[in-house]
């Protein structure tokens, strides 16, 4: 059996749960965020992180939806998941420079970098049948999931360390 790195039907499954997980995972961060306001305003760069949480399961949220349209090529697959690559990366990046540059102590320091990019090379690869496809997007949902609870635990816990 051959691997259906190029139809999105196959992962219906797949990426419905991630889709379900981004969802219930942004709820918690709202939880999380309102729960410890006061202390997330008082560090720079907390409040970007807390933005930089949501715009990634954003992200898995999106790429779920977008690969769950039946019926859709791959083409046009690709180039959603590209757009959508490209504007959550760079609107990260920019999230990330914002907050190192306000300060580089406290919870929320460390170097980190956006989890979308593998998007991007999933529509790369959709659009060239090519390369691995939808398993690149899989590497990216897993990525920005295991980045936004990482997140999401400084903002819950650490900062009341």
């Not at 992962?11 to 969802?23: D, I, M, N, V």
């Not at 560090?43 to 399961?57: D, K, N, Q, S």
């Not at 990260?92 to 102590?105: E, G, V």
Request: charged share 10%; no cysteine.
């Amino acid at each position: 059996m051959s691997f259906p790195a190029y139809d999105p039907s196959k992962w219906a499954y797949l990426f419905a749960a991630s889709a379900g997980a981004s969802a219930a995972l942004t709820g918690l961060v709202f939880v999380a965020v309102s729960i410890n306001l006061r202390a997330i305003l008082k560090y720079p760069g907390l409040p970007e992180r807390a933005l930089e949480t949501l715009i990634l399961l954003l992200g898995v949220l999106t790429a779920s939806i977008f690969t769950l349209i039946p019926g859709q090529g791959t083409t046009a697959l690709g180039i959603e998941l590209g757009v959508q690559s490209i504007i959550f990366t760079t609107v990260i990046f920019m999230l990330i420079k914002k907050a190192l540059t306000r300060s580089a102590s406290g919870p929320q320091a460390g170097q980190r970098s956006p989890r979308s990019e593998r998007h991007l090379l999933g529509a790369i690869s959709l659009l060239a049948h090519r390369g691995g496809g939808l398993g690149w997007v899989v590497a990216g949902v897993i990525g920005a999931l295991v980045g936004a609870v990482a997140n999401a635990w400084v903002l819950l816990i650490e900062i009341l360390r």
